[in-house]
């Protein structure tokens, strides 16, 4: 750079930190402004140090491979980088791709991996019990079942001790289903508008998001209400949230009274009045939506939701399957961070830190009222190796204090990333609780309208280049949804922040050209 620092025009200020450029003189010189630019070409940030060593990639070609997938593999699941990802090997919070690059994952395999890639106990675990016993019929009886069945049934509340093991989110939602409908002797559902519930048939009629819904018959029964969303609902402001991060939106409440939460709920009576019958089935809820982008609800909607529920014969049920096993920091579960006690409880993702692996919850009078309708059985269900892994998953979260380090590290990154929407003008809304964070981007924080499609995916994109896996969500695919494993540190939420922070800065780049 030709032009020395002390001549520069005070106005201008160059944060090396941060790499932002702002300036009052935008009639300087174009071949000023690309000297001073090249300052902030995105000096890559320093990733944190690893002391795992991959081995080498001696697998198939990377083109044989999007070959292979091109030819053989489901056409609607389509890679998710534009130049696809092909990984070889994880290690706690680290992947690594077939070239041997290093990448925080900061997505957990779609907030699966709870305790960490490949964990060393995990692994010695599942390693004993495939050399005794890989595999038995549910109508037999092995210890690691009933060793893990009595641990998970203690980290629940009464009377929520009858335990239904099956293989994935969506088979324990549709169980659920089934559940409800047989305890109620009703048939109407209700799940929230952005609720997403499982790809089954049955659970296809809960998920009320535009690219799960078919033209085919599916879900019958199922009725959605009003996301009591309080960034991008009619109602919401500066106090709704249990969270450290609230929406920039204003709140004239007072301190025990949320204006926002009422008129969600008068919305929720409205679809009880008008959309399902005089009796119903249940409700389905997130505790915080996932595949919507971690939007979280007013504080005590849920509790006078699931009150107006039971008063129409309804049963309540929590889906877990994202916001479990201390995912939230402040409980184990996400439930009790709304003050409520579920009929029903779903789990899945991180119950076995991606080992196929679900089950669900209830108490001994709706699982009597199941039995008295039907023979319930799955093959796989709460097989030896599941049950093994689940047990040592729980032993992982106790012994190396993982609910606590969720609560600790998840909200710092709140607070880091909170000054990222400050920064920036795309960066509408921070919001969420523990590990699980939702950074939602918008052409303007006055509109509230989502970034263009294909502007999120270069910031996406740009992210993976410098190392960072994310992922996305919402209904436009508008919000970056970020749930490390709960091992993570401190030191890598930094670097993950100045990932952001530089994606950010070539996003603002690009537009000024």
């Not at 174009?30 to 000297?35: E, I, K, N, P, Y």
């Not at 309540?316 to 399957?321: H, N, T």
């Not at 047990?391 to 993982?402: F, Q």
């Amino acid at each position: 750079m030709t032009l020395a620092w002390r001549h520069l025009p005070r106005t201008l200020r160059l944060e090396t930190s941060s790499l932002r450029i702002q300036t009052k003189y935008p009639s300087l010189s174009g071949a000023f402004w690309t000297s001073v630019a090249k300052l902030s070409l995105h000096t890559k940030p320093r990733m944190p140090p690893c002391d795992f060593t991959p081995e080498r990639y001696q697998s198939l070609a990377y083109d044989r491979v999007l070959e292979i997938h091109k030819q053989h593999l489901s056409p609607i699941l389509m890679p998710y980088f534009s130049e696809p990802l092909l990984l070889h090997q994880g290690h706690m919070e680290w992947l690594f791709d077939y070239e041997g690059k290093r990448y925080l994952d900061f997505f957990s395999g779609i907030v699966t991996v709870s305790v960490g890639h490949c964990h060393p106990k995990v692994n010695a675990v599942a390693q004993k019990q495939l050399g005794r016993l890989w595999h038995t019929s549910a109508f037999f009886v092995h210890p690691p079942i009933h060793e893990y069945a009595e641990k998970l049934s203690a980290l629940l509340p009464e009377p929520l001790k009858v335990i239904f093991f099956v293989n994935s989110g969506s088979e324990a939602n549709d169980l659920a289903m089934l559940m409800a409908r047989a305890h109620s002797n009703n048939t109407d559902i209700i799940s929230f508008r952005g609720a997403y519930h499982g790809c089954s048939p049955y659970t296809l009629g809960l998920s009320n998001i535009m690219s799960f819904k078919t033209k085919l018959p599916s879900g019958l029964g199922c009725q959605s209400t009003m996301c009591p969303d309080v960034f991008h609902g009619p109602w919401g402001g500066s106090h709704c949230r249990d969270s450290p991060v609230q929406t920039i939106r204003k709140c004239s409440c007072a301190p025990d009274c949320c204006q926002a939460k009422d008129q969600y709920i008068e919305q929720f009576k409205d679809t009880l009045n008008t959309s399902v019958a005089k009796s119903i089935a249940g409700f389905f809820a997130e505790p915080i939506q996932g595949v919507n982008g971690f939007v979280q609800y007013p504080k005590g909607f849920l509790k006078e939701a699931f009150e107006l529920v039971r008063e129409r014969g309804g049963v309540c049920i929590a889906d877990e399957v994202q916001t479990g096993f201390g995912r939230l920091g402040s409980h184990f579960w996400g439930f009790q961070t709304h003050g409520v006690l579920p009929d029903i409880v779903t789990m899945a993702k991180g119950i076995a830190n991606g080992f196929p692996m679900a089950a669900v919850v209830t108490t001994p009078d709706v699982a009597k009222s199941l039995a008295k309708c039907l023979l319930h059985f799955s093959t796989f269900g709460g097989n030896p190796m599941a049950c093994a892994i689940g047990s040592a998953v729980l032993e992982v979260i106790k012994e190396e204090n993982l609910q606590e380090n969720s609560q600790e590290v998840g909200t710092y990154m709140l607070l880091k990333f909170a000054k990222l929407r400050d920064e920036f003008e795309i960066v509408g809304d921070v919001r969420g609780k523990g590990l699980m964070v939702g950074i939602e981007l918008v052409k303007d924080k006055m509109s509230r309208q989502p970034l263009p499609r294909e502007e999120v995916n270069q910031i996406h994109q740009d992210c993976k280049h410098m190392g960072l896996i994310i992922g996305r969500g919402g209904i436009f695919s508008q919000t970056f949804r970020i749930a490390p494993p709960m091992c993570v540190t401190k030191s890598e939420v930094d670097f993950a922040t100045e990932v952001l922070r530089s994606a950010l800065i070539q996003h603002t780049e690009r537009r000024a050209k």
